[in-house]
């Protein structure tokens, strides 16, 4: 499985700017980079998924680097309701590969977010 | 819509007891993953089905778990007999195709306490 590699924790105030960064320097041309966060107490929620061009959403927007190799999720005004793990993986959307559909947590980055 | 449903919310049993975790994913979902999280990690994908068929099963201890998806719908996850390290929370998750461009949704999760 392609790996991706997150901090594992960021520190932010409430209503400024966040980027949380993710390499993955090993991503095939089928993966996609997908976003997700857990609140506390919760299953995991969908945020934001790309493969190449950067995608913006009600929740978030993704900006992905040229080479791929690496992505940053983006929380324009962070509130304390962002507060949670979230996690960067990819996901091969290659039909009928091992690995389809797959969907592999890390350890993700905890977001503090401060009043 | 509805969301995944999963039940029992806690469980909790004596070491070597048996116990059967149920999932209700969205309708018309084709894949659906059970999912282990043990606490201050990430999930750990147990078992991945698309419509009633396994796509990946290979993180799924055989000797005390099993999984079926009867009919492609409702899924069950059992384990038989349970042991201390089986203390997780496992959560359930579906989604329309493993393709690229849907994504997975999660339920709240069953937490089970193994004693």
């Known amino acids: 499985d392609a790996k991706t590699t997150q901090p594992n924790s960021m520190e932010s105030n409430e209503e400024e700017p966040v980027h949380l960064p993710c390499n993955h320097s090993?991503?095939?041309?089928?993966?996609?980079i997908h976003w997700y966060r857990q609140l506390p107490s919760q299953g995991p929620e969908y945020v934001i998924h790309g493969l190449t061009s950067n995608v913006n959403n009600r929740m978030a927007s993704l900006a992905i680097a040229e080479d791929r190799k690496s992505s940053t999720l983006i929380l324009h005004r962070a509130t304390l309701r962002d507060a949670a793990v979230y996690y960067c993986i990819l996901r091969d959307g290659l039909a009928g590969g091992t690995s389809y559909g797959k969907l592999t947590f890390g350890q993700g980055t905890i977001l503090t977010v401060h009043p | 819509e509805a969301g995944v449903a999963q039940s029992p919310r806690y469980k909790i049993i004596e070491k070597r007891q048996s116990v059967a975790f149920w999932c209700n994913p969205i309708?018309?979902?084709?894949?659906l993953y059970w999912y282990q999280q043990i606490l201050g990690q990430g999930p750990k994908l147990l078992i991945q089905?698309?419509?009633?068929?396994?796509?990946?099963d290979s993180q799924l201890p055989k000797d005390r778990f099993s999984a079926e998806r009867l009919k492609g719908v409702d899924s069950t996850l059992k384990i038989q007999p349970a042991k201390l390290e089986d203390s997780a929370v496992y959560l359930c998750?579906?989604?329309?195709?493993?393709?690229?461009?849907?994504?997975?949704?999660f339920g709240q999760g069953t937490r089970l306490t193994v004693v």
């Open positions: 089905f698309q419509n009633n068929g396994v796509v990946d």
């Open positions: 998750a579906s989604s329309l195709d493993p393709g690229m461009n849907t994504e997975a949704f």
């Open positions: 090993t991503i095939s041309g089928t993966d996609y």
């Open positions: 309708s018309g979902h084709a894949t």
